[in-house]
């Protein structure tokens, strides 16, 4: 859980500040990020938190209020960010409920092989977020162990479950020479025949702002680069879309 | 104020005339002289007033000028510059259904024929029947020595009965157009597809026949406007039961592109999937309808006054409040009850619980509903031998629909601010009881004060606690106890409904609320909720409809969603799924806006850019350049919410 402010929502009455001895102004907040209790009185949603603990009782509850939906429209629940691998436990307690619902994880599988084997049994469809394929630069960006990601891709396709495969375009992280060639020959290798390309978006701009960050501006390809990627993937018959927001 | 003038005027002998003006004035304020100078009033100085209204229909069908343009397959004409006039202390009729599968199956011979045989034993109103008739048949006569095209045309219809499709759409065609000449405003078409199923010819003649008979319609579309443009009243009701019919009405109305006529679509578990796409395809292109209409709630309901095989054949009223075409002399939208309102009279000095709080709610609310009640029935029902000549039941009962010659006469009530009542409602439990932070004997001073030093609380009652429209069993169980209350103080007498088009006017004259609304703010929109945010979505929208107690309060209750064109683009089949689902849950009628925010943010400021755009606004589809600002602005504040939060 963590504290947000969205100064242009703030009409500056100073509820937060009567409330908390330690505030001065609203943008004060960010000091004290354990003040949960004093985002409380802000009347305009302006000081909130992003995030919520939740009992997996009342998290079926949720979902299971719209399950007719589901049914009708060939829908279903995507546990998806943070990594849902992570609280395997709680997600398994979930998922068992809500069968026969369709459930897909979106997942970096950078989790123990023990929390994706919580899941196996009652997951319809994994998709798998692809970065970074170099074992170095995959644990320096993104803390993440390759051999760990490889091994429980092998446990999934053993399992002829559904996986989706996606592939975040962002220069020049991802998008490099080295890493399009990793990522053409992990395809093969695994005898996969299509990939969602994703385009960078800054959808979430606001969010950092609120958060008092500041998002990296990263580059997306070119056209023609996307365009050189698609002719390459289906040389090798992958099927490529790229996804826009 | 101005009512009680013209009341007041009205005992004077220029007092009809008076009222006519008034009514000529409201209806276009710009453009009052002009027509005030053109129009040809239709008096008569009869002291019976039944005998005074045969005499108007005469002068009308004797003075109505004819148009009509050779070449045209149908014959339409209606005389806008008449104005029959309305007497004082009478209501006049109309936002009704005739039976014109009466006028298909015998004709106007086959009618007089049964006037005549009663007329051998009885007297009185039959005669006034009888030379209502022949007015008509009179007006058909001069009509036919228009021109030789004329005479081929009504050669056979409206006297005969009709034998194709092409005779039975002009019979129709040429009573309606009387109806709207006679005065009666709002005139509802009734199930089109079952009624012309035994006149189907095959699928591309009878589509071109439709077609025209639509365009025939959408003719004089200012005239029969009747507070905004474009309501009309006109609508279609489809379905129920389905045919090719009902297809070849939604494809005609989908390629003519016209936001009047408008359709309901009567929808069930038989639903056709291919109706759904085509009705998904209509709303898609921007046109407002068809609106749904729930068969399995709806006929249930409407059991507590109605016999089981008339509410299976339920049409609507101009928006959407169920009724028995032919056979409902039913005035459904009589009044306007402000929920609001009472709230206010029963915070007057009030302290005790919150349960006594709603008690006291109950009791103001019932002194409200009887003033309502006294103001309408202190007018008569002006009667109307021409309506009456298609109401079966009142040529069998030899009595005016006025005077109770209709199978029913049930008439019904709107009610507005559901949302903003309850809301209010659960910002005070919140605040005044679980929080104890504020007396609720200070609610009255803060909303006089129109929350000017208060504008955090203002907030906070806008944006915290639960919310009308969210799918919590608090707000379902409080909303259920309104609508009890409301059916406890009107059973028996009147219908009342949950949806109502007087959000804006009603706004007006209410001050601050303690939802966070601002005094003169509009009310909220039928069942949808006060402000559209990020924890809601449709799913539960209709998750609270669903459970909304219908079986008390039917008389239209409407989810009214807006969705933006881009996302409806894409996701056809899950569209159609979720009204689907939601009807299948027992949603009661659905009303979908499909508006692209960037374009109605555009026409906001050059309405005149976007002479095409279509919106839907009450139960009707208008053009949105036509809208007074006020309406042009709460579509688009409405929109921008479900642009960004609706998923």
Redesign the interface.
């Known amino acids: 859980m963590e504290i947000y402010f969205k100064k242009g929502d703030c009409i500056e009455c100073f509820e937060c500040v009567k409330r908390c001895n330690f505030l001065e102004k609203p943008e004060d907040i960010f000091r004290f990020p354990e003040h949960f209790e004093c985002v409380e009185p802000c009347p305009t949603g302006a000081l909130g938190i992003y995030g919520e603990k939740i009992t997996t009782k009342k998290l079926l509850e949720i979902l299971t209020k719209d399950i007719d939906y589901y049914n009708n429209t060939n829908g279903g629940v995507t546990f998806s960010g943070g990594e849902p691998l992570l609280q395997s436990k709680a997600v398994k307690k979930v998922i068992k409920k809500l069968k026969p619902i369709h459930i897909a994880i979106e997942t970096s599988l950078f989790a123990p092989e023990e929390n994706l084997k919580d899941l196996l049994k009652d997951t319809d469809l994994f998709i798998v977020d692809v970065k970074i394929l170099n074992h170095k630069i995959a644990q320096k960006t993104l803390q993440g162990n390759l051999k760990t990601f490889y091994k429980n891709f092998q446990t999934i396709k053993k399992e002829k479950i559904d996986t989706i495969i996606r592939f975040p375009a962002v220069k020049p992280y991802t998008f490099n020479k080295e890493n399009i060639k990793k990522l053409i020959n992990f395809l093969q290798e695994n005898n996969i025949h299509h990939i969602q390309i994703l385009e960078i978006h800054k959808l979430g701009l606001e969010k950092y702002k609120s958060l008092n960050l500041k998002m990296k501006n990263f580059k997306k390809p070119a056209k023609n680069e996307i365009k050189t990627l698609k002719s390459k993937l289906n040389e090798r018959s992958i099927k490529m879309d790229y996804l826009k927001i | 104020m101005k009512e009680s003038l013209i009341n007041l005027l009205g005992k004077t002998p220029f007092s009809p005339y008076l009222k006519a003006y008034y009514t000529i004035y409201q209806r276009d304020r710009s453009a009052f002289l002009q027509t005030a100078l053109r129009t040809k009033f239709i008096h008569s100085r009869k002291e019976n007033m039944i005998e005074r209204r045969v005499e108007q229909l005469e002068k009308v069908c004797k003075s109505a000028k004819i148009y009509f343009t050779p070449g045209e397959r149908f014959f339409y004409s209606i005389d806008t510059r008449l104005h029959v006039i309305e007497y004082p202390g009478y209501r006049r009729l109309g936002n009704l259904t005739v039976d014109y599968s009466m006028l298909l199956e015998k004709g106007l011979d086959g009618i007089e024929k049964i006037i005549d045989e009663k007329l051998k034993n009885k007297d009185g109103y039959l005669k006034c029947l009888k030379k209502s008739l022949e007015a008509v048949k009179f007006y058909r006569k001069r009509c036919i020595k228009e021109s030789k095209e004329l005479s081929s045309i009504l050669g056979k219809v409206p006297l005969e009965p009709a034998s194709s499709l092409e005779e039975a759409l002009q019979s129709i065609l040429f009573i309606n157009s009387l109806l709207w000449m006679y005065g009666h405003h709002l005139i509802g078409l009734g199930r089109l597809d079952k009624i012309l199923e035994p006149y189907y010819e095959d699928y591309d003649k009878s589509k071109e026949l439709i077609k025209e008979f639509i365009s025939s319609l959408s003719k004089y579309y200012k005239f029969k406007s009747n507070v905004l443009p474009g309501d009309t009243g006109q609508v279609i009701v489809l379905g129920g039961e389905y045919n090719e019919l009902t297809r070849i009405f939604l494809e005609a109305m989908m390629e003519l592109g016209l936001p009047d006529p408008k359709i309901v679509l009567r929808v069930n578990r038989n639903t056709p999937d291919d109706i759904w796409e085509l009705s998904y395809k209509c709303l898609k292109k921007g046109l407002g309808y068809p609106l749904f209409s729930n068969d399995e709630v709806i006929i249930k309901s409407l059991q507590e006054y109605y016999d089981k095989t008339d509410a299976q054949d339920y049409s609507t009223s101009a928006c959407w409040e169920p009724l028995i075409p032919g056979k409902s002399a039913d005035q459904n939208n009589l009044a306007n009850i402000n929920l609001l309102k009472p709230l206010e009279h029963a915070l007057n000095g009030f302290s005790g619980s919150f349960e006594e709080l709603l008690e006291a709610y109950q009791e103001s609310l019932n002194k409200y509903i009887d003033e309502t009640i006294d103001a309408i029935e202190s007018l008569k029902v002006e009667p109307s031998p021409l309506l009456s000549l298609f109401f079966p039941d009142s040529l069998e009962n030899a009595k005016d629909i006025a005077h109770g010659g209709a199978r029913y006469n049930i008439n019904g009530m709107l009610t507005v601010g559901m949302g903003n009542l309850i809301n209010s409602l659960l910002n005070i439990k919140r605040l005044c009881y679980d929080k104890k932070r504020i007396k609720t004997q200070e609610i009255l001073n803060i909303l006089k004060d129109n929350f000017k030093s208060y504008?955090?609380?203002?907030?906070?009652l806008e944006?915290?606690n639960l919310k009308y429209g969210m799918?919590e069993p608090e707000v379902i169980k409080l909303t259920n106890k309104i609508i009890s209350m409301l059916h406890e103080k009107l059973r028996g007498k009147y219908k009342f409904g949950l949806s109502s088009p007087s959000y804006l006017t009603e706004g007006e004259s209410t001050g601050a609320s303690f939802d966070g609304r601002l005094a003169r703010e509009p009310l909220g929109v039928n069942i949808s909720p006060i402000k559209f945010t990020a924890n809601m979505s449709y799913?539960?929208i209709f998750?609270f409809a669903s459970e909304l107690n219908y079986s008390k309060a039917y008389n239209g209750g409407v989810v009214d969603i807006i969705i933006e064109k881009s996302l409806m683009d894409h996701i056809p089949?899950?569209f159609i799924?979720?009204i689907?689902?939601a009807i299948?849950?027992g949603v009661m009628q659905i009303q979908v806006n499909v508006l692209d925010p960037n374009v109605l943010l555009k026409a906001l400021k050059n309405p005149e850019l976007f002479p095409d755009l279509i919106v839907r606004v009450w139960g009707f589809s208008t053009y949105f350049k036509d809208l007074p600002r006020e309406y042009r602005e709460i579509i688009v504040k409405r929109a921008l919410e479900y642009s960004k939060y609706g998923d």
């Open positions: 504008k955090s609380l203002r907030f906070e944006n915290k799918d799913t539960e998750n089949q899950k799924g979720l689907k689902t299948m849950k």
